[in-house]
């Protein structure tokens, strides 16, 4: 409950249900931070980490990471087309982020 509390005093809202693993919270711009309780993601997260959904950016958000050379731990596809469209990489001190085409 602290790290909900912390988000809320930074002016997001949202309520955390127990019966589920996550909750989103938003700010008054239309930010979005979701949280998701420890290990209930089936990639290559560490705790914590969080996710960025980019409104459908991926591609371009992916090349300009590779062209920078940011480490990436993992590359995930999903649905039925074979491309990478989701990254998980990691800040220099292992904070874990999910770059997520919502």
Request: glycine fraction near 8%.
């Amino acid at each position: 409950m602290p790290l909900l509390f912390f988000w809320q005093a930074k002016g997001f809202k949202g309520i955390l249900e127990p019966e589920v693993s996550w909750c989103s919270l938003k700010n008054v711009n239309g930010d979005t931070i979701s949280l998701l309780k420890a290990n209930n993601c089936p990639h290559l997260f560490t705790n914590p980490s969080l996710a960025f959904f980019n409104g459908h950016q991926n591609s371009k958000i992916i090349t300009h990471l590779k062209a920078l050379n940011v480490p990436i731990k993992q590359e995930v596809i999903f649905g039925e087309e074979i491309i990478v469209d989701n990254l998980v990489i990691n800040d220099p001190g292992g904070l874990g982020f999910f770059i997520f085409n919502d």
